[in-house]
């Protein structure tokens, strides 16, 4: 369930351009994921976003040439700094190729960023749906699904502590100090 938002300004590509690149950045998502491009119930639920900005400036001022940005979101556990490296130089490639030579080839004006959505907050279908709901259906095998979600996660995790331990520790003192404003001493 990965998901793209693409913000290209407009004429930046031709209409031919775009459309291939958009199909090239469903790939990209989809392997940098761990999913299999080709595959069809993955592809299903891989959707790109085409954001139009209606200007783009550059210390201030219109820029120049076209800038992109590209924001990859996947479920967390799906991206690890491998991945990240990967998806960013290859993504920022596929954008410069889809110029041709139409703009001159600068990397700095592509930016993409990778962001992991949190296990049990990405929505969709009217439900949350975890790593391991979403893996599940691509390969068809829910228990294959939570098995490999708990390989990716469990490195993640951070303890999770009961409300009971957030209640104050016995025999612990807590102080505090309040600090006036000068013009509230007195003389």
């Not at 958009?22 to 299903?44: N, Q, V, Y």
């Amino acid at each position: 369930m990965p998901m793209l938002d693409a913000y290209i300004p407009a004429g930046a590509l031709s209409h031919g351009a775009e459309q291939a690149l958009m199909s090239e950045l469903t790939d990209l998502l989809l392997r940098h994921e761990g999913a299999d491009p080709a595959d069809p119930r993955a592809r299903a639920i891989a959707w790109v976003f085409l954001h139009r900005p209606a200007a783009v400036y550059v210390a201030g001022v219109p820029a120049a040439e076209p800038r992109y940005r590209i924001v990859a979101s996947v479920p967390e556990g799906q991206f690890d700094d491998e991945r990240r490296a990967a998806i960013v130089r290859e993504v920022t490639d596929a954008v410069l190729r889809a110029e041709g030579a139409a703009h001159p080839h600068d990397p700095n004006r592509v930016w993409v960023f990778t962001n992991e959505i949190p296990d049990g907050t990405w929505g969709g279908a009217g439900r949350i749906n975890t790593l391991a709901d979403i893996v599940g259906y691509v390969v068809d095998d829910p228990e294959a699904g939570r098995a490999y979600a708990e390989r990716r996660l469990s490195g993640r995790r951070r303890p999770v502590f009961p409300a009971s331990a957030l209640a104050r520790p016995v025999g612990i003192t807590l102080r505090t100090t309040v600090f006036a404003d000068a013009t509230d001493r007195e003389p």
